[in-house]
């Protein structure tokens, strides 16, 4: 693994993309090795919430440029053949799926350029926050193609359906993180010098928390998304009801009777 780096900080972890000669854009390869990233965190017992993020700088025509995703390959995209594209999008999608669906949540920090699959992969992501300079957009109509990995489904989910057709239609990639942050496409815009600390500190803040209530609450959210409001309840019930069944659940509200000042240390079981 060359350009996906995985780096720890007691129970946070970091993923960063560094294909810096690509501003960060996804070919196959990169897919892979996200895909690859992500299996080996679901393996850790220790890792409790992870932060997506780009490379601070990239190469762009000899000039050093902030870049969290540009977009996919399109030096790759440009010959496929029908069954080529279909499986490109199969790939891409499953990735996205995989980073969707983690066990943990998982941060976008946004710097820079946020592009077509940059756009996509953020959405897959539980919270996203952008540096001041990062711009957004799903430029893929300008280039004859549809968006491939979520972009026509996720981002109305994300900013309502009026919205999203004007960003998807006009292929404008000139959206800022404050036109991001009205929308609600992001949660938090900061400068560039304080976007790692401020997503480490939200990671750790969640991290803090009982793992095994956080999964739940994560992948109730999810699933409640997908179906009606009824099935979704009866879901929610099913959660809370495991969550009694855990010994964070003892301990934490144990600590909460006995009124202990000392911070709490959970054991995920």
Known sequence: MTDVIIEKQGNVAIVKIEHMQAMNALSTDMYAQLEEAFDQLAAMDDVYCVVLTGSSRVNKKGKEVQSFVAGA????????????????????NRVCWKIENFKHPVIAAINGFC??????????????IASENA????????????????GTQRLARYVGIGKAKEILYTARATYTAADALAMGLVNYVYPIDQLMDEAM????????????????????????????????????GNVFAQCFATEDQKYAMQHFLSKSKEPKEFKNK
Do not use: H, W, Y
């Open 73 to 92: 390959d399109i030096s790759e995209m440009s010959t496929l053949t029908v069954e080529e594209g279909k499986q490109f999008g199969n790939n891409s």
């Open 115 to 128: 592009l077509g699959g940059g756009v996509e992969l953020a959405m897959s992501c539980d919270i996203r």
């Open 135 to 150: 711009n957004f957009g799903q430029p893929e109509v300008g280039l004859g193609i549809t968006p491939g990995c979520g």
């Open 201 to 236: 500190k939200l990671a750790q803040e969640i991290a803090a928390q009982a793992p095994i209530a956080v999964s739940l609450v994560k992948e109730a959210v999810n699933v409640g998304m997908q179906t009606d409001l009824n099935s979704a309840l009866k879901f929610e």
